[in-house]
């Protein structure tokens, strides 16, 4: 997959209007390019403070979203508290060596109105036991240096982190979103169409053979792009 760091710092503002017109947008952080290891950039969110460990919480957990909340770890935060960060590692190039999309939905369940009165740390903070769910984050990893048996090369992490579902291709950021608001936010999907859109950077398909007999996530990007 070759993009650049104008491009996804582009599509990142194109969610933002998207979400600002759906009236889904409660908090954000601009894209930042930052370097990283070997001459790599990395297109990441911006953060005045120590970026987290990602890797630290086996499981979906309340801890690790109050994390990301506090820190304000996050591109987009949603207005009914769901976290979305987007992390992409680019080669000199412009290939992308590896990336990360995040979407972690809220632990508690609120209204337009009680956000008014509290913040959404203090509303999941203050909720009782019997209001807190079990909503597992949906990950996008990309990463072609760490395959493995049963660790393809692109996969969907579901609420575990030892469960990895085979993607057939690394996302792009609108692609994602796309995924996402048609699924959770049926209301956003219809009222705004520009979340339709999605960029094509030209992934390659990247399933294993087994990736294949045993199950894997796939679709066919030129039919959605036509529709």
Sequence with gaps: MI????AIRQSLARIKENLLEADLLYDWNEAVVERAAHGRRRVTWATDGTRPVLSVHQNA??????????GRHYNFLANDGAIFQFSYDL?????V???RLLWFPCPVEFTREELEYASIKELVETAPA?????RGQLRFDYSPAQVAENHSCTHLHIGAENFRLPV???????????????TAYPSAWDAVHGF??????NAGDALSDQDRTYGNLAWNVMAAAAN
């Design 130 to 134: 019997a209001m807190l769910q079990c």
């Design 196 to 201: 339709r859109n999605a960029e094509n950077w």
């Design 168 to 182: 057939q291709r690394p996302l792009e950021p609108c692609r994602f979103v796309r995924l996402v608001i048609r």
């Design 91 to 95: 080669r000199r190039d412009g290939s």
């Design 61 to 70: 957990s309340i801890e690790e979203y109050l994390g990301f909340l506090e």
């Design 3 to 6: 993009t650049s760091d104008v």
């Design 97 to 99: 060596e590896s990336s």
